[in-house]
């Protein structure tokens, strides 16, 4: 035995003595890896005393090892030979602080302190890491279970998802979790979404996209696999097709773009465009403004800006002879773009080519829209009254003395005129001649005159007393009136949007502008003319971009005719001129006019006036206060579709014809039998729901069986306003989309 181990010792003094005298391994260690039965305590001591690492064993670990190698290994190569054979006995390491490293079982080796591996040092072989992916396109969670089948779960290995940050949280050996990231990576795809722009010379971009679209649609009834069919969009600016796919979908979708991308077999190309809402004549109006700018920048054009000037005497005189009939031509000094107007069925007949067509479709279709449309409430508000109030005292003698006041009123002198005039005359005999032959007649009584009196008590206002005594007479005047006037007038239009329309409610009044006559009065004539009088609005509407505020270009007048005067006649007139903003269904105050007026007169006799009292008697006064609050306000109500306007219409109809109703249960006065005039039931079935056309049908049914729906209109009014108001609100989110 002793003889033996002195030749082992032999031995291994020879071999570490030719490792030593080896010239090129003389600067780096290598080990040989044979072992044979040997006990993994042993084995990892060894290895340990080889690296120079402190190694702690886990107690549980135990075996023994057969492993062999022809060649000598180096340090890194070393060490992953002995992560390799731990890890076919079921055994991991994990690395510490220090230069320590620890063997343990694999199970166990995923709770420990294993190292987070990144791109920059992923690990390699069987080291133990764990490994953060996040994910773009696929969820986490879905991911997770296939990715737990391809690791060694039972062992170190573990997959973990977490759904907030939509990432995989990877333990294991570091070149199973390679390959996991790797697979992962791989997996997290939306597809080859690679973009290609193909710019288009001739055809039409979304034509194209139609063609391409209609082809890969016809295809999809055959077993498609998803993601072979490309995404195509056409980009109207640039005139080009953009493609979306894998890289052989989108060669074949460009070479067909290609094929398709070629000049057209005829110099020209001619379509009808029919009008939905645009005026034809109007719209050839605008389209002549820029014909020529459109020739000038389309790519597939081929004249030059100096042909089509030479062309321009040519198509002008064309284009005017055509306009002789009920249609337009235009094209300006562009001999390629010929637009002509029919009237009868307000369409566009257009003559251009391909590229230049496509702007004009593209100007018609943001041109050819429904216009939103106003209404337009003017609320014209006016509130007076006025407060008068008088005493006058006169008195006079037949001698001729006495006061008169002219302010208040009929005089003293006029009402005593008067009644002396309105007397009777007595009896009264007239005779003629003398002596015998005198003749005498008797005249009957003679009635007074009562014109004079009438007269001067048609002046008098409110309450007077007189009184005659002898020779002295006086006359006694008051009055006190009270005025209050309230006027509403709510005029209203609907006009479309940016369209200037017009109301008037009066009359025309004739007045003379002038007259003439000769010297004999042989060709007189007055020249008369007509002014409108009443309530005017117009009003020139312009809804903002956003949809909810509207600028009102408004001219409001309120006039009528006070009386005549020693000229003519005189007008007295409210106008308003102004330019606001205003939201959909906001009132908004225009303008108003405050007035109050106090006017005081006092007649009197200078020192007997003044007297405390007594001073009544010698004076008269009146006291007059008026005062006129006018306020003009303005509301504006956008109706963008049928269903806005059909119940803004139905709310007045229905408003009207309650009033005609209620003067019907009324009656006309003095003549019962006579039946009032009523509007028609407002019907409109396009607008009303089909769940309140049942309630109707249920309502008619339950009358023909005496039974009817009392709660019926009522219902119906409520689902009526609900549909309305969420089909404006839809169209209000539309609108501003």
Not at 274 to 280: E, G
């Amino acid at each position: 035995m002793n003889n033996k181990k002195l030749g082992r010792k032999f031995l291994a003094s020879l071999l570490a003595g030719a490792v030593l005298m080896s010239p090129a391994l003389s600067w780096a260690a290598q080990y040989a890896a044979n072992f044979k039965g040997t006990d993994i305590q042993e084995f990892i001591n060894i290895v340990g005393k080889n690296l120079n690492k402190t190694i702690i064993v886990d107690p549980t670990v135990r075996g023994k090892i057969n492993v062999r190698s022809y060649d000598l290994l180096n340090d890194e190569q070393y060490y992953q030979f002995f992560l390799n054979v731990l890890q076919v006995y079921g055994y991991a390491v994990v690395k510490m602080d220090n230069n320590i490293i620890k063997v343990i079982k694999d199970k166990d080796a995923k709770t420990s302190n294993i190292r987070v591996a990144d791109d920059s040092k992923p690990g390699q072989g069987d080291e133990m890491v764990t490994r953060i992916v996040a994910l773009y396109n696929t969820q986490a969670k879905q991911l997770a279970p296939l990715l737990r089948q391809l690791n060694d779960n039972a062992g170190g290995g573990n997959v973990v998802n977490y759904d907030p940050s939509n990432v995989l949280m990877i333990s294991g050996r570091a070149a199973v979790v390679n390959k996991l990231v790797e697979i992962v990576r791989r997996v997290d795809k939306q597809g080859d979404t690679s973009v290609q722009v193909i710019p288009l010379n001739y055809a039409s971009a979304s034509e194209i996209v139609r063609i391409i679209e209609t082809l890969y649609r016809q295809n999809g009834s055959s077993a498609q696999l998803q993601g072979q069919a490309p995404k195509v969009v056409a980009d109207e600016r640039t005139n080009s097709v953009v493609v979306s796919g894998d890289e052989k979908t989108r060669m074949r979708v460009a070479n067909l773009v290609k094929k398709l991308d070629e000049e057209q077999a005829t110099t020209g190309n001619t379509r009808v465009r029919y009008l939905r809402y645009a005026k034809a004549e109007d719209l050839v109006e605008v389209l002549n403004g820029f014909a020529d700018k459109i020739s000038a920048n389309t790519p597939g054009a081929k004249k030059s800006t100096s042909a089509r000037s030479r062309n321009t005497s040519s198509s002008s005189r064309s284009s005017s002879s055509r306009t002789s009939n009920r249609s337009s031509s235009v094209g300006g000094g562009n001999s390629d773009i010929n637009i002509v107007a029919d009237t009868e069925t307000n369409s566009l007949v257009m003559t251009a080519q391909p590229a230049e067509m496509r702007t004009l479709n593209s100007v018609i279709d943001q041109l050819d829209i429904r216009r939103a449309q106003v209404l337009v409430q003017a609320i014209i508000v006016e509130i007076g009254e006025g407060d008068d109030v008088g005493l006058g005292f006169q008195w006079g003698t037949s001698a001729g003395g006495g006061t008169q006041f002219n302010n208040f009123g009929a005089s003293i002198g006029e009402i005593g005129a008067g009644v002396w005039a309105a007397k009777d005359q007595p009896a009264s005999q007239t005779c003629s001649g003398a002596g015998d032959t005198q003749n005498c007649t008797n005249n009957p009584d003679t009635p007074g005159d009562i014109s004079l009196l009438a007269s001067a008590l048609g002046k008098i206002n409110g309450a007077a007393w007189g009184v005659w005594t002898g020779d002295f007479g006086a006359l006694v005047q008051a009055i006190s009136s009270d005025t209050n006037s309230n006027v509403l007038s709510t005029p209203s239009i609907t006009t479309l949007d940016n369209q200037e329309a017009n109301f008037i409610v009066g009359d025309e009044v004739p007045v003379i502008t002038g007259s003439t006559a000769s010297s004999n009065n042989s060709n007189p004539f007055q020249t008369v003319e007509r002014k409108e009088v009443g309530v005017k609005l117009k009003v020139t509407p312009q809804i903002n971009q956003g949809g909810s505020a509207v600028k009102l270009t408004i001219e409001q007048e309120v006039s009528g005719v006070n009386g005549n005067t020693g000229v003519d006649i005189s007008f007295s007139t409210r106008r308003l001129t102004t330019t606001v903003l205003a939201n959909d269904g906001q009132v908004v105050v225009l303008g108003g006019l405050i007035t109050e007026n106090v006017q005081e007169s006092v007649q009197k006799v200078p020192l007997l006036g003044d007297i405390p009292f007594l001073g009544h008697l010698f004076k008269s006064s009146s006291s007059k206060k008026t005062k006129r609050n006018l306020m003009v306000f303005i509301k504006p109500t956008i109706v963008r579709d049928g269903m806005t306007m059909n119940g803004l219409t139905g709310r007045k109809y229905n408003y009207f014809r309650a009033l005609q109703i209620e003067q019907q249960d009324r009656g006309i006065n003095l003549m019962p039998n006579t039946e009032v005039p009523v509007l028609e039931e407002w019907k409109n079935q396009s607008v009303v729901p089909q769940e309140v056309q049942d309630i109707l049908q249920r309502h008619e049914e339950g009358k023909g069986l005496g039974t009817p729906m009392r709660k019926t209109d009522s219902t119906l009014k409520m689902l009526t306003e609900s549909k309305e108001k969420d089909q404006a609100e839809k169209a209000k989110q539309d609108e501003k989309k």
